[in-house]
């Protein structure tokens, strides 16, 4: 099966254009053991970059997501990464800040818990929120304390995502190699989704009023998706706007373009010495 994700990618050509973007595609697969054996194939090969990753040890990965609530994350990285070695990937979800955590730079709790060279790391929500939630949330700012406010909240959202783009940008610079999905739900697949929670008394949990609550911002929040989006894509550090409303089709594109992206490194696995290792296998058939 053949996938091609670059028609997702966001770029100075191709800007995010919610609005425009598909939230739903044709099914990429044509029977349900068509997608296994497709995501299966996917979850392998990574699993087996990620060991040349770990041996290599001069890169890592970051892989961020953000969405709407019932967008399919946690299913995503679920499914994604069912194969990895539990040694080599890392996954963190951001919830509203601590205390200690307000105390910092908004950068702070996420590069406390960046991947480290050889391993993957995903964050389930990220330093994004700080353009998303609390752009829409401008009243959280009250408890962040800054000391020094731009006269208007458009250029303070303008600041933070000239923070991101340097702070990505460094992490590029050092190996870390930063790709970012959101996953474009529509606002009635939310609904159905919502209202399957609501339904299944196992999945009650996951839901709260303040879902409801969030949902009466989403043109809000869409604009604000929009606008973050647009502005921290780059070649180096790229956004993908991933149709949601398909849950297996958005694992699949996103796993595709997690291999592509490991197989652009120059990953080897480090030379032996030959003379050591006959050493080795004499001492070994000697023993």
Not at 59 to 71: G, P
Request: overall charge negative; some cysteine; charged content about 30%.
């Amino acid at each position: 099966m053949k996938l091609d994700p670059s028609p997702f990618l966001v770029s100075a050509k191709h800007p995010a254009d919610l609005d425009a973007r598909p939230t739903k595609l044709p099914s990429l697969y044509d029977k349900k053991g068509d997608y296994e054996d497709a995501l299966a194939d996917r979850v392998k090969r990574l699993s087996k970059l990620q060991q040349n990753l770990y041996a290599d040890d001069r890169y890592a990965l970051l892989v961020i997501f953000q969405a709407m609530d019932a967008a399919g994350k946690d299913g995503a990285i679920r499914y994604v990464f069912s194969g990895v070695n539990p040694q080599g990937i890392q996954v963190f979800s951001f919830k509203q800040p601590s205390a200690e955590e307000l105390d910092h730079d908004f950068l702070w709790r996420t590069t406390t818990r960046l991947p480290e060279r050889g391993r993957i790391g995903v964050f389930n929500r990220s330093y994004y929120e700080e353009v998303l939630v609390v752009r829409v949330h401008p009243e959280f700012l009250g408890s962040e304390r800054l000391p020094d406010q731009p006269e208007s909240l458009d250029a303070l959202w303008q600041q933070r995502y000239a923070s991101i783009r340097d702070h990505e940008a460094h992490l590029h610079r050092n190996g870390t190699r930063v790709v970012k999905f959101y996953l474009h739900l529509s606002p009635e697949e939310q609904r159905d989704r919502f209202m399957a929670r609501l339904d299944e008394p196992e999945k009650n949990w996951k839901f709260s009023g303040g879902d409801l609550e969030e949902r009466k911002q989403w043109p809000a929040y869409r604009r604000a998706y929009a606008d973050a989006i647009d502005a921290t894509s780059t070649p180096e550090c790229p956004w993908y706007v991933i149709p949601a409303d398909d849950k297996k089709n958005a694992r699949l594109l996103i796993a595709e373009t997690l291999v592509r992206t490991l197989e652009s490194l120059d990953l080897r696995y480090p030379e032996g010495d030959p003379d050591a290792i006959q050493g080795y296998r004499a001492a070994l058939q000697g023993a």
